[in-house]
Nanobody, 124 residues
Framework: QVRLVESGGGLVQTGGSLRLSCAAS????????MAWFRQAPGKEREFVAT????????YYSDSVKGRFTISRDNAKNTVYLQMNSLKPEDTAIYYC?????????????????WGQGTQVTVSS
């Protein structure tokens, strides 16, 4: 059974930092595209960042570019999201996604596996 488990969320002040982790089990994802999405209350789930297989190319949404960094440790089957200079509008539940089949890496429907999410709250 494949599982993705996110951790590292919490409450932080504006300008602060958090590091999210997504640990995968049940299969290895070293050759899979991994991503982070987020969903704020009353809004649709939106793309945040992706890292292509084997630590390749990374892509970010315009809203987080320059502040967030996605990385992966294939030996640990884990993907990370380092979030700096956090803003109140970054408040959301953050979801890890794995195994995008195709090139639409910013589309939720591309991913086969999802975690349960971790809450990030940025206070002003």
């Amino acid at each position: 059974q494949v599982r993705l488990v996110e951790s590292g969320g919490g409450l932080v002040q504006t300008g602060g930092s958090l590091r999210l982790s997504c640990a995968a089990s049940g299969r290895t994802f070293g050759s899979a595209t991994m991503a982070w999405f987020r969903q704020a209350p009353g809004k649709e789930r939106e793309f945040v960042a992706t890292i292509r297989r084997s630590g390749g190319s990374t892509y970010y949404s315009d809203s987080v570019k320059g502040r967030f960094t996605i990385s992966r440790d294939n030996a640990k089957n884990t993907v990370y999201l380092q979030m700096n200079s956090l803003k109140p509008e970054d408040t959301a539940i953050y979801y890890c996604a794995a195994a995008c089949l195709g090139g639409n890496y910013d589309y939720t429907g591309c991913y086969s596996y999802w975690g349960q999410g971790t809450q990030v709250t940025v206070s002003s």
